[in-house]
């Protein structure tokens, strides 16, 4: 029996602390990791076959890019193609920001992935620019604050603390 | 020991400066093993301050500074250090109470050049006066910011009974990991009717 195939992909730093306290959802599936550090956290859950003794989580490193590196975002979407090619995942969740945007849009224009963006919870009265621009490409749009979600979305599913 | 960190993202000068600057101002208590300024106890030394720059222009001449650190050593000093002082971002907030630290934030300004926008006072005053969150409103604040942190763990800040803060849990709410989990094995969602085409879900897959 085949297992659902997730990809974790988001940016370092805050948006990567809030996708560690949502990795236990997707405990016992297929599971792989995009992300701007340069190397996984060694503690990563790999999924089925993994762990000591078996195979190590799959990790993909990708470009940091932003707003101030326009640039890069040429980079990414070629780097983000070869990894989702390779990884074919059926469910693409990111808690942003713009690296985790463009893994939902290629995974959806390549691979009709399901798709769920998470916004941060640092952001407390708005929704974040990238998390607008995700509106088109995610099947679950969430916020982490009831006061920011909408009857048309963005909706409230809960947060990370 | 007392951690500064500026997260992964951008520099933020203005905190190193200030932190830098305070750590100078602790040079006769390292030396004499006493403090003038009456911050510790007689006989108690003053206590090391490391700092995490990232891609800062400004180097500190009198704490230990590091540009980044591998995921592992970072977390090897919030578990060392007794007290975390950072950029408002969540990852340090996160982190530090995960690891039951006392922090004190400083949030990025816009008009600074700090980051893209002000969500950082935001989320500031929404943490701002929680147990063991101490947030300076400017970086003149920061000693004083410091100082009731360090009265925090002496007299015992959060819940904990033994005068230590308590560690929040590693995971989000139950709840909401059940909601995500039910997605991705593929429950409907019907609150985004107009959402793009997705595929079918592996038909094995529940």
């Given at each position: 029996m085949a297992k659902t195939k997730v990809m974790a992909a988001c940016s370092d730093g805050g948006h990567w602390v809030q996708m560690r306290r949502i990795l236990p959802a997707f405990a016992g599936m297929e599971i792989c990791y995009v992300g701007t550090a340069p190397a996984a956290d060694v503690d990563l859950d790999a999924g089925p076959g993994g762990g000591p003794g078996g195979?190590?989580?799959?990790?993909?490193?990708?470009?940091?890019?932003?707003?101030r590196d326009p640039l890069g975002f040429t980079v990414i979407l070629w780097q983000m193609a070869r990894i989702l090619r390779a990884e074919r995942p059926d469910v693409i969740v990111t808690t942003g920001a713009a690296p985790g945007l463009v893994a939902l849009a290629m995974g959806k224009i390549l691979l009709r992935s399901r798709t769920v963006w998470i916004d941060s919870i640092a952001n407390t009265e708005r929704l974040s620019m990238s998390g607008r621009l995700a509106r088109s490409v995610a099947d679950a749009w969430l916020v982490q604050w009831e006061h920011l979600s909408a009857p048309e979305g963005p909706r409230f599913w809960g947060a990370v603390l | 020991m007392i951690f500064v960190t500026v997260g992964s993202m951008f520099p933020f000068d203005r905190l190193i400066r200030a932190m830098d600057a305070f750590a100078a101002t602790r040079s006769s208590c390292k030396i004499a093993g006493d403090c003038a300024a009456g911050e510790h106890a007689a006989g108690e030394r003053a206590e090391e301050i490391v700092a995490q720059i990232g891609a800062g222009?400004?180097?500190?001449?009198?704490?230990?500074?590091?540009?980044?650190?591998?995921?592992?050593?970072?977390l090897r000093a919030v578990l060392g250090c007794d007290l975390v002082v950072a950029h408002a971002g969540m990852g340090s907030v996160i982190t530090a109470g995960e690891y039951g630290k006392p922090i004190v934030l400083l949030p990025r300004r816009a008009a600074f050049g700090e980051h893209n926008n002000d969500h950082q006072a935001d989320t500031a005053a929404w943490l701002g006066g929680r147990p063991g969150i101490h947030v300076a409103q400017g970086e003149d604040a920061l000693g004083a910011c410091i100082a009731a942190a360090r009265a925090g763990i002496r007299a015992g800040d959060g819940k904990g009974g033994d005068g230590a803060l308590r560690a929040i849990d590693r995971a989000a709410p139950p709840e909401f990991l059940?909601?995500?989990?039910?997605?991705?094995?593929?429950?409907?969602?019907?609150?985004?009717?107009?959402?793009?085409?997705?595929?079918?879900?592996?038909?094995?897959?529940?």
């Open positions: 195979r190590a989580a799959r990790y993909h490193r990708v470009r940091n890019v932003s707003r | 222009g400004y180097q500190p001449a009198h704490m230990r500074w590091v540009r980044g650190y591998s995921r592992a050593d970072y059940a909601r995500l989990r039910a997605f991705a094995l593929g429950a409907a969602a019907p609150e985004f009717p107009a959402g793009p085409p997705v595929r079918a879900a592996r038909a094995d897959s529940r």
